[in-house]
């Protein structure tokens, strides 16, 4: 029981997504205690949104924080699907972020250059040996309606690499080309932050959190279930779940 992921449940997602900003801060925090400096990888979608513009009215030393992204779609980052430009708008511009913090995923370049830009700058900022992988302080996630994480969709090949840190994606799904972080840099993290709200995520939240572990089927089982993760849901969400899981 004390491997268990943390399971948060709110009224409302943007309580949900209020108490995920105060735990992602208290973890950046005490990383910059630690070490001077904090690393943060974070994703897109909806959820998110009310946790950005919150960020961005919190007084907080971003200049000790880098940023980075879990994954980006292959657009330029004035596009409106851009994980980037959905922080930028809500969070970075407002909240006067550090532009020399931000280690945005160039993904209006080609997938592959996109990839292995961003792998390189993922390797300098860590100081990476050859084949190391990065520990990000936070990772903050989401899930989608069908297990997907990242850009990591059921049945994705890249589920089985553990030695890569990032590389390009087709998304059939979406016919769209994007950039993700691969299992072992998820897995390396040192705190997993899990944001997910509606009721088309119930079943799925349920099936990841207390069903046998598929990976390959449900992506967002990746470094979701241990002690080091931590899940923010509102009711909807989390519906499906035990209620000896509620933290």
Request: hydrophobic letters at 40%; charged letters at 25%.
């Amino acid at each position: 029981m004390s491997e268990r992921c943390e399971v948060h449940r709110f009224p409302q997602a943007v309580l949900a997504a209020e108490a995920c900003a105060k735990h992602i801060l208290q973890r950046l925090e005490a990383a910059i205690l630690e070490r001077g400096t904090a690393t943060l990888a974070i994703s897109g979608g909806s959820s998110p949104k009310p946790m950005f513009q919150n960020f961005a009215h919190v007084a907080f030393p971003w200049d000790r924080v880098h940023l980075f992204w879990v994954d980006e779609r292959g657009v330029p980052p004035t596009d409106s699907q851009s994980n980037f430009k959905l922080a930028f708008d809500n969070w970075l511009d407002a909240g006067k972020f550090p532009p020399s913090n931000i280690h945005r995923i160039q993904a209006e370049l080609k997938p592959e250059e996109a990839a292995r830009l961003y792998r390189n700058e993922i390797r300098r900022h860590f100081d990476l040996p050859a084949g190391g992988l990065p520990h990000f302080d936070v990772i903050h996630r989401g899930i989608g309606p069908e297990g997907h994480t990242a850009s990591l969709f059921p049945g994705e090949p890249l589920i089985q690499d553990h030695t890569t840190i990032a590389a390009e994606v087709w998304v059939e799904k979406m016919h769209q080309w994007r950039i993700t972080l691969l299992p072992g840099t998820l897995e390396a993290a040192r705190r997993t932050v899990m944001l997910v709200a509606g009721a088309d995520k119930t079943e799925v939240v349920r099936t990841v959190i207390e069903g046998a572990y598929e990976p390959d089927q449900y992506p967002a089982q990746i470094a979701s279930r241990g002690k080091s993760a931590a899940w923010f849901m509102d009711d909807a969400a989390a519906a499906g779940l035990s209620k000896d899981l509620s933290a």
